[in-house]
């Protein structure tokens, strides 16, 4: 009887393990991909404004932002892109997109999003900025033509110094309508099966009542 006690609370320990290791590979960003929230745009796409909380996950700021379907452009994931320009009217008619997510000090992670230059835009100039973790990175792929197939995968490896962690898009160019434009954000442990503090949790409290049910059964 002792025995079948031990084996049931080892396989559910690891059971455990496995899940919280799982949780550690998931995308720490909400709502990466834009997919989620309110969208209250015509035909193509919705002129977010600075406060809004209608895209989840996601604080707006600047002058606002573009959010559009794949009416007209063709996204890299799932129905939805981000524009951070609005008319072409200069610096001050962009706007910002920012997140704060869950991090461990100390623990290296990886931030990757898709990039799109589209036309109008200097392939010799800065056409994004990242601020992530008090750091700026600027990035600008080649200028294309055209939406299918354009989009760029960018990286940025970077060691957390608190529990959370915020990173903010913004452009750098104002003078074009579109872009630069935005999809498929993510952020993960640079080392796969590295628990975040949630998962950490998740295996204390799991760990914590397993042994005080063996510790019941085994004094029974």
Request: proline letters at 7%; hydrophobic letters at 40%; a negative charge.
């Amino acid at each position: 009887m002792k025995k079948n006690v031990l084996r049931a609370a080892v396989v559910a320990a690891l059971a455990m393990l496995i899940a919280a290791v799982n949780l550690s590979a998931s995308n720490l960003i909400v709502n990466g991909s834009f997919e989620e929230g309110t969208w209250l745009g015509n035909y193509s796409w919705y002129r977010v404004p600075p406060g809004s909380t209608d895209m989840t996950g996601w604080t707006i700021g600047g002058a606002g932002i573009d959010w559009h379907n794949s009416a007209e452009m063709v996204p890299e994931d799932g129905q939805y892109v981000v524009d951070l320009n609005l008319d072409g009217g200069g610096p001050s008619d962009t706007g910002t997109i920012s997140q704060s997510f869950p991090t461990t000090p100390g623990v290296s992670y990886v931030l990757t999003f898709y990039l799109a230059n589209p036309y109008g835009h200097s392939p010799n100039a800065p056409l994004l900025n990242v601020n992530l973790n008090g750091s700026d990175y600027a990035f600008n792929p080649q200028a294309w033509s055209g939406w299918a197939n354009a989009w760029v995968k960018e990286t940025i490896t970077f060691s957390a110094n608190a529990s959370s962690t915020s990173v903010t898009f913004s452009s750098l160019d104002g003078s074009g309508y579109w872009g630069p434009v935005l999809d498929n954000v993510s952020a993960t442990p640079a080392v796969p099966g590295v628990p975040e503090p949630g998962s950490f949790t998740l295996m204390a409290s799991g760990f914590a009542g397993l042994l005080a049910i063996v510790r019941r059964k085994l004094i029974a």
